[in-house]
């Protein structure tokens, strides 16, 4: 137990389909971050909220959607995907951002296939 | 481009030691973490580096060498249970987490 929690933690899709991603941490921190995990690749950080605030969106397609409605809580929207998508999308959250030793907390992931 | 190496695969008996190198070229540096990753698990905080020399804690000692760019990290007393996958990441100057691939690690008995 990291103290993030994601649901659900499997997803199948279809390419039209719309669905979304739940992240909620337990743990008072006050950034939150979306990454994506594919095989054998380096973890892609694909948004940063601090403060509710987005900082970062790493080029990310406008079919994923973030929402972050407080510090506890994250989401990601999803629609029209493609299966190049597929793969497990982890939440993180740290106590801040732009510090070092900043120590970041993975939720369990959410494994995405879009079919 | 910001670039972190660490080779994709180790294979280690149990009860020996294991060292996990891990070589970085990025744009200023801010320290350097270990997580352990178990199949379908999230990954978990193994240890921080920021100062050059080893960190031990228990099992796990982690080494940094700032003018090497290079870390590694030593598993000693393998057990069966640290077959997982183990993430090299560095804060560069911008304070962004760059990431390894990862380095698999399969214990056999």
């Known amino acids: 137990e990291t103290g993030v929690t994601q649901t659900p933690r499997h997803l199948v899709m279809g390419m039209t389909n719309k669905k979304s991603l739940k992240c909620e941490q337990h743990?008072?921190?006050?950034?939150m971050y979306w990454y994506k995990q594919s095989a054998k690749k380096p973890l892609e950080l694909m948004f940063v909220?601090?403060?509710?605030?987005?900082?970062e969106n790493n080029s990310v397609p406008s079919r994923f959607s973030p929402e972050c409605p407080n510090s506890s809580h994250l989401f990601l929207h999803l629609h029209t995907l493609q299966p190049e998508d597929s793969a497990l999308y982890l939440c993180?959250?740290?106590?801040?951002?732009?510090?070092?030793?900043?120590?970041?907390?993975f939720g369990e992931g959410s494994w995405l296939t879009v079919v | 481009g910001q670039n972190i190496d660490q080779p994709t695969e180790m294979t280690a008996t149990e009860g020996a030691i294991v060292q996990i190198n891990c070589t970085y070229q990025?744009?200023?540096?801010?320290?350097l973490f270990w997580y352990q990753q178990h199949a379908g698990e999230a990954p978990t905080f193994l240890s921080y580096?920021?100062l050059d020399g080893l960190e031990e804690k228990g099992r796990f000692s982690s080494f940094l060498s700032r003018s090497k760019g290079y870390s590694y990290l030593l598993l000693k007393e393998l057990q069966m249970k640290d077959s997982a996958s183990y993430l090299c990441?560095?804060?560069?100057?911008?304070?962004?987490?760059?990431w390894g691939a990862g380095t698999k690690l399969i214990i056999k008995p």
């Open positions: 993180a959250s740290s106590r801040t951002l732009g510090d070092t030793g900043n120590t970041i907390y």
């Open positions: 743990l008072g921190h006050n950034a």
């Open positions: 909220y601090n403060f509710k605030e987005q900082t």
């Open positions: 990025t744009s200023g540096f801010n320290g």
């Open positions: 580096n920021v």
């Open positions: 990441a560095v804060i560069d100057s911008n304070y962004q987490l760059i």
